[in-house]
Nanobody, 130 residues
Framework: QVQLVESGGGSVQAGGSLRLSCAASGFTYTIHNSMGWFRQAPGKEREAVAV????????YYADSVKDRFTISQDSAKNTVYLQMNSLKPEDTAMYYC??????????????????????WGQGTQVTVSD
């Protein structure tokens, strides 16, 4: 039984920061497991924002967030985080925590497709205003 529960979304002004949390149960990082964050804005496809695996392996970041977002994990709390800095209006979207029993090496050439991830949280809204 895998359960992912997100929290930390909200409304902020451009340039602000927000930290999203994803509490995971029934799922742990190994080199063969990956967990990350996706986002979906109205009328847009769900896209991968950041995806990571066990500590020590460099995570994936979408080009649009590479210099602003950081994915991390707290093994003791079994929680994954997404620190979002210098937020822009275009970051406005529903953010989802997702996990899959697959390594980054398999996900990467497939483009980190949402369809490849089998476990999903309920989503948390992030709204960035001018």
């Amino acid at each position: 039984q895998v359960q992912l529960v997100e929290s930390g979304g909200g409304s902020v002004q451009a340039g602000g920061s927000l930290r999203l949390s994803c509490a995971a149960s029934g799922f742990t990082y190994t080199i063969h497991n990956s967990m990350g964050w996706f986002r979906q804005a109205p009328g847009k496809e769900r896209e991968a924002v950041a995806v990571s695996t066990t500590n020590g392996i460099k995570p994936y970041y979408a080009d649009s967030v590479k210099d602003r977002f950081t994915i991390s994990q707290d093994s003791a709390k079994n929680t994954v985080y997404l620190q979002m800095n210098s937020l822009k209006p275009e970051d406005t979207a529903m953010y989802y925590c997702a996990a899959v029993n697959a390594p980054l090496s398999w996900l990467s050439p497939r483009g980190f497709r949402a369809a490849d991830f089998g476990y999903w949280g309920q989503g948390t809204q992030v709204t960035v205003s001018d």
